[in-house]
């Protein structure tokens, strides 16, 4: 459902291919020199700092179907004026959820590689991507609440549960 770009180095646009990516994802260029989300084949290029979907929207928001801003055509494919997608790499802290559920037993300090579907896992597999800096847990929106210290949590995938890493690639 989303990732928080709290310090990057670089963001790139790339021609977006076909495939539906979630911002927060991995993802690599196919053949056409296009994006598209990270399989455990080829190289990973970044994380996707922009959603093209053609069902839900993956920007972070507090509740299931809340948003805080919206895209381009539709509120599910921010990359439809420009057909360019986002891409933060050589750098940056971020937090997302997503993420496979073995991350969420793993410890500080671990390191982190692209899964098949395009999200950062603990199992081991080849390049390290990331190295996971706060451990899965809820994760203050600025929005004021009484969830975490004044703030109502984000929502999310993996049950509401975000992770805060720094990119290697």
């Not at 299931?64 to 509120?75: A, E």
Request: overall charge negative; hydrophobic content about 35%; cysteine-free.
């Amino acid at each position: 459902m989303g990732l928080v770009e709290k310090y990057h180095v670089v963001a790139s646009k790339h021609p977006m291919g076909s495939s539906d990516i979630e911002e927060g994802q991995l993802v690599k260029l196919n053949s056409s020199q296009e994006i598209v989300p990270y399989d455990q084949s080829g190289t990973v290029i970044g994380v996707a700092g922009d959603t093209k979907s053609s069902t839900a929207s993956g920007l972070p928001g507090i509740a299931s179907g809340w948003t805080n801003r919206v895209s381009d055509r539709n509120l599910y494919d921010e990359t439809y004026a420009s057909s360019q997608m986002t891409v933060y790499h050589s750098g940056g802290e971020f937090a997302t959820d997503q993420f496979e559920t073995d991350v969420a037993s793993a410890a500080v300090g671990a390191s982190l590689y692209g899964s098949a579907n395009g999200k950062l896992q603990a199992a081991v597999n080849g390049n390290v991507i990331a190295i996971l800096t706060r451990a899965a847990g809820a994760y203050p929106s600025g929005v004021p609440g009484v969830d975490i210290n004044g703030d109502i949590a984000l929502a999310g995938d993996n049950t509401n549960q975000w992770i805060e890493f720094k990119l290697l690639v």
